[in-house]
């Protein structure tokens, strides 16, 4: 069993669909971040910058990008054109950030690559993950990328687990991904393209394209004793 990444991915929605040329699984192009911007990073800035936000040498940052004070950016990563890294964002290294995406406050992001469009906005960990076209995760998203045990990370199929070869390796969302507030994805997740998960979902695994994930929780309300 594999997991092609034009199952998940619109590859021409990212200047960077060189990174999936070898790819047999779609997590194959995380192992190709740091090789591929040593050799075609070309540290620029042609940005706008509010304020003194902390950007490193080995950065390119589009036309048209705004980063607020308070960001920081240690390279190496690529930002795209038209995105928003707004104040308290923590992007580490080897990010490749597509067009008009934003990375809001409080979220930290390394090894991973986000495609044109996707939005990572508040208080969100994205970590050794793939964000597809217009994927968007709510508040307090987590994307988990080790296990507990630290030992290989495997996704589990219908057929087994499958090894991934990473021992890190958080999720990949596919285009147009909503994954609700405060859900946690366990290392080695796998959600198909246009596929909702409600709030506050755990989840590990493969989900597939088109499918909603539906988190409900029981809550009791009694009347409060008068004083």
């Not at 990212?14 to 699984?25: I, P, T």
């Not at 057929?159 to 991934?164: A, F, K, Y």
């Not at 596929?195 to 009694?222: D, H, M, N």
Request: glycine residues 12%; proline residues 4%; hydrophobic residues 40%.
């Amino acid at each position: 069993m594999t997991f092609a990444p034009s199952e998940f991915l619109d590859l021409n929605r990212s200047e960077h669909r060189m990174l999936f040329d070898q790819a047999v699984n779609v997590w194959d192009a995380l192992k190709q971040i740091p090789s591929y911007l040593q050799f075609r990073l070309k540290p620029q800035i042609h940005g706008r910058l509010i304020g003194k936000p902390f950007i490193s040498g080995a950065v390119f940052v589009g036309r048209g990008t705004v980063i607020e004070q308070g960001a920081m950016i240690k390279g190496p990563a690529w930002i795209g054109e038209g995105c928003e890294i707004r104040n308290g964002a923590y992007i580490r290294e080897n990010v490749i950030v597509g067009s008009g995406c934003v990375i809001g406050n409080s979220c930290e992001v390394k090894n991973s690559i986000i495609f044109d469009e996707a939005q990572v906005p508040h208080f969100n960990y994205v970590g050794d993950s793939i964000l597809g076209f217009r994927a968007h995760v709510g508040a307090g998203v987590i994307l988990s990328n080790v296990k507990l045990d630290h030992a290989e990370i495997t996704v589990a199929t219908s057929q087994g687990l499958l090894p991934t070869g990473l021992k890190k390796f958080g999720a990949v969302l596919g285009d147009r991904v909503e994954v609700g507030c405060n859900s946690v994805l366990n290392p080695g997740t796998l959600i198909g393209r246009d596929s909702i998960l409600y709030p506050g979902t755990q989840w590990r695994g493969v989900c597939p394209a088109c499918s909603i994930v539906k988190t409900r929780f029981a809550a009791e309300v009694i009347a409060r004793k008068q004083q």
